[in-house]
């Protein structure tokens, strides 16, 4: 039996039709505020030069000051293991002990006034998690930041999405589906505050559940957790739409890949929420490579100023989680080693993020300290762009000066982009002799990004045939952008295209996201719909609007209203989306 008939709902049905109401005047003020993002880590030619994860990692880095680490933060956590035996929903063993997890990190004293006043709420039945939401409305209202973090069950019904209660019924209507399972825009709503909020949803831990719901067409059948739209919000998903997210990796591991990745995430140091999920992304990618497919989180959102767990200057904190027992502090090397086409094809968010997995600012100083030229690039790049460390303009210039001397291509480079960013106008011409510098050096990434920079003349001086002759170049070495931009320049298209195949073969997402672009430009590209969504599932924000338009249009799948929404919800607010696709993806969202 279940508890309570459905007239005997009705007070929490009251209360959730208000918090979907809250949310739905939440969302409407809060739009307004979407586009009040600051600067990109890279202006748009940087952006569309190294593509792919930099577009959801520089989303937005804002002008404006940081979140204050001093207001209230509070935090609701939830996480149901032991379904009812009589529900059709399979027990998830780690749920529950990824909330507790979760929880004790963002409650733990170390983080002094970064610290959350968190509810825990595990197994939670439908009363439950009502009167916790009930109680967390009234703090979060209140609040600076709220988080939400849910692991359990999810699904969306009738383009809703929906978190399932430990006693949900074995049957879905459209009576029982508001009676029994909890709307998220009744979340949303709840989780309103003076500032903004930030969600994790764990919420796809099994597909065979949702596939017994599949009886009925679409729009009225309970599918795959779907997007979320919460405005001036940062949504973390623990995997895409209709791909399953593990629940223990290796099987007897004590908590899920997501979880075990959100918690160290979260435990960093000066860490903005870009870089945050770029861990989150990294870790949980790489644990789960060896299955047939992989998990990819997702994260897609706004919001206007820097938020970080732990300030910059703080200590990571204690190692009290479980996820951490089997991991070795590495020794500091005396410098770093980093070839040079691993230079060229990850980008710098990326690398910083992986170093501070090893290596403490501490190590990384030391090593620049003592001449390493990789740790100089890198240790100025987190000053230029306030990663691990305060944003510190002289400093950044100090440390990469010092790279340049080396005469290490990347430090050539970093400074060179450096002076055309924060330089003044009479240092254009030594920005570009750097990046020249850097180019001679045999760096593919410096020969795409000084033939980009040659091309639109961003630094005073045009020059078509050098910008094609360093093309070719960077082609040659394997620099993908460089073959995406000879195919649009009509140069040797078939090449270029067979090039970037061998490239997606080779299982390089590059590949995969310059050849969905390509397939949009007027180019026969076969697969093109594959690419699209392999490159959107890994978080390229283009291929994740084309891949939109495709299932909007049945354009090389079978139609879906609710996968359309739910790559256009992932879209919308990235910064490097044109005009005309972003009218296109609010079009779609507003559909239905």
């Known amino acids: 039996m279940y508890a309570g008939s459905i007239p005997a709902r009705a007070s929490k049905l009251f209360f959730l039709e208000f918090l979907e109401q809250k949310g739905a005047m939440s969302a409407h003020l809060s739009r307004n505020l979407r586009h009040t993002q600051g600067k990109i880590m890279r202006y748009n030619v940087i952006v569309q030069l190294f593509g792919g994860i930099l577009a959801i990692i520089a989303i937005v880095i804002a002008q404006s000051p940081a979140y204050s680490q001093s207001g209230e933060r509070v935090a609701l956590v939830i996480g149901n293991s032991n379904y009812s035996p009589e529900s059709r929903w399979e027990p998830l063993p780690n749920a529950a002990r990824d909330a507790a997890y979760i929880a004790d990190l963002l409650a733990h004293p170390a983080r002094g006034d970064a610290q959350f006043d968190v509810t825990l709420v595990t197994d939670g039945t439908l009363d439950e998690i009502i009167d916790a939401l009930t109680a967390f409305g009234e703090r979060a209202a209140l609040a600076d930041v709220a988080i939400v973090y849910f692991a359990g069950h999810g699904i969306e019904y009738g383009l809703q999405n929906y978190i399932v209660p430990v006693d949900a019924p074995a049957s879905l209507s459209p009576d029982t589906i508001n009676a029994y399972y909890i709307n998220m825009d009744?979340?949303?709503?709840?989780?309103?505050?003076?500032?903004f909020s930030i969600f994790f949803l764990d919420a796809c831990r099994s597909a065979v559940q949702t596939r017994r719901f599949a009886e009925l067409p679409e729009g009225s059948r309970a599918s795959f957790f779907g997007a979320v739209d919460a405005p001036n919000s940062v949504v973390f998903y623990a995997t895409a739409m209709g791909d399953e997210a593990y629940d223990a990796v290796p099987d007897d591991h004590p908590l899920?890949?997501?979880?075990?990745?959100?918690?160290?995430?979260?435990?960093?140091?000066?860490?903005?929420?870009?870089?945050?999920?770029?861990?989150?992304?990294?870790?949980?990618?790489?644990?789960?490579?060896?299955?047939?497919?992989?998990?990819?989180?997702?994260?897609?959102?706004?919001?206007?100023?820097?938020?970080?767990?732990?300030?910059?200057?703080?200590?990571?904190?204690?190692?009290?989680?479980?996820?951490?027992?089997?991991?070795?502090?590495?020794?500091?090397?005396?410098?770093?080693?980093?070839?040079?086409?691993?230079?060229?094809?990850?980008?710098?968010?990326?690398?910083?993020?992986?170093?501070?997995?090893?290596?403490?600012?501490?190590?990384?100083?030391?090593?620049?300290?003592?001449?390493?030229?990789?740790?100089?690039?890198?240790?100025?790049?987190?000053?230029?762009?306030?990663?691990?460390?305060?944003?510190?303009?002289?400093?950044?210039?100090?440390?990469?000066?010092?790279?340049?001397?080396?005469?290490?291509?990347?430090?050539?480079?970093?400074?060179?982009?450096?002076?055309?960013?924060?330089?003044?106008?009479?240092?254009?011409?030594?920005?570009?002799?750097?990046?020249?510098?850097?180019?001679?050096?045999?760096?593919?990434?410096?020969k795409s990004h000084l033939a980009a920079v040659l091309l639109v003349g961003t630094l005073g001086v045009t020059d078509v045939a050098e910008a094609t002759r360093l093309y070719h170049e960077a082609a040659e070495l394997g620099h993908a952008w460089a073959h995406y931009a000879l195919t649009l320049r009509r140069d040797r298209p078939d090449v270029q295209i067979a090039a970037l195949e061998a490239l997606a073969n080779a299982d390089n997402d590059e590949g995969h996201n310059w050849l969905c672009e390509i397939s949009q430009a007027g180019f026969e590209i076969e697969q093109a719909f594959e690419h699209?969504?392999?490159?959107?599932?890994?978080?390229?924000?283009?291929?994740?609007?084309?891949t939109a338009i495709m299932y909007a249009t049945g354009d090389g799948i079978a139609a879906s209203q609710s996968r359309a929404r739910y790559w256009a919800q992932l879209a919308v607010d990235a910064a490097d989306l044109t005009p005309i696709l972003k009218t296109r993806m609010e079009a779609i969202l507003a559909e239905g």
């Not at 009744?186 to 500032?195: C, D, L, M, S």
């Open 186 to 195: 009744a979340i949303v709503g709840a989780a309103e505050t003076q500032g």
């Open 256 to 446: 899920s890949p997501f979880a075990t990745a959100v918690g160290r995430g979260i435990s960093f140091p000066g860490l903005d929420l870009p870089y945050v999920f770029t861990h989150v992304r990294e870790h949980v990618a790489n644990v789960t490579a060896h299955f047939d497919k992989p998990q990819f989180p997702q994260f897609a959102g706004s919001w206007s100023r820097p938020f970080y767990f732990l300030p910059p200057g703080s200590s990571p904190l204690p190692a009290i989680d479980i996820a951490s027992q089997d991991v070795e502090p590495a020794p500091p090397p005396q410098r770093l080693d980093i070839p040079l086409e691993t230079l060229s094809t990850v980008d710098e968010p990326i690398l910083v993020v992986r170093l501070l997995e090893q290596y403490s600012v501490e190590d990384l100083t030391e090593m620049a300290e003592s001449g390493d030229p990789l740790a100089l690039y890198l240790v100025g790049y987190m000053y230029a762009n306030g990663v691990a460390v305060e944003e510190d303009l002289t400093e950044a210039r100090r440390w990469l000066e010092l790279a340049a001397e080396t005469d290490h291509p990347a430090g050539l480079l970093e400074l060179g982009y450096f002076l055309s960013r924060h330089g003044t106008a009479d240092e254009y011409p030594r920005a570009l002799s750097l990046m020249r510098s850097a180019s001679d050096l045999g760096y593919a990434k410096a």
């Open 532 to 546: 699209c969504l392999q490159a959107a599932r890994v978080g390229y924000s283009i291929p994740r609007a084309y």
